[in-house]
Nanobody, 122 residues
Framework: QVQLVESGGGLVQAGGSLRLSCTAS????????VGWFRQAPGKEFEFVAV???????DYADSVKDRFTISRDNAKNTVYLQMNSLKSEDTAVYYC????????????????WGQGTQVTVSS
């Protein structure tokens, strides 16, 4: 049974940092593409970052140079290190799994975690 569990969200001041974790079970993260998405109130899902099975990483322009995605194969966990946080980063963050090459669209992902809230105060 595939399961994804996010953790690490919370309240942080603008300019601060958080590290989100996405711990997987039922599959091996290194064999799939694992992406992070976020959804702010009243807005659609937004692609944030992905780490592909090959190790290739990609980011949304809005988070490039501030966020870093990484993977610990031994822990079967994907991380999202978020630095220099801004108020506009406030959202529920989700990790998800896909085998598709079109990794920026949420409808290409098959399994999702429950989400973790990130709130950035200005």
């Amino acid at each position: 049974q595939v399961q994804l569990v996010e953790s690490g969200g919370g309240l942080v001041q603008a300019g601060g940092s958080l590290r989100l974790s996405c711990t997987a079970s039922g599959f091996t993260v290194s064999a799939y593409s694992v992406g992070w998405f976020r959804q702010a109130p009243g807005k659609e899902f937004e692609f944030v970052a992905v780490i592909r099975w090959s190790g290739l990483m990609d980011y949304a322009d809005s988070v490039k140079d501030r966020f870093t995605i990484s993977r610990d194969n031994a822990k079967n966990t994907v991380y999202l290190q978020m630095n220099s946080l801004k108020s506009e980063d406030t959202a529920v963050y989700y990790c998800a799994v896909t085998l598709e090459d079109d990794y920026t669209h949420s409808d290409k992902y098959s399994y999702w975690g429950q989400g973790t809230q990130v709130t950035v105060s200005s």
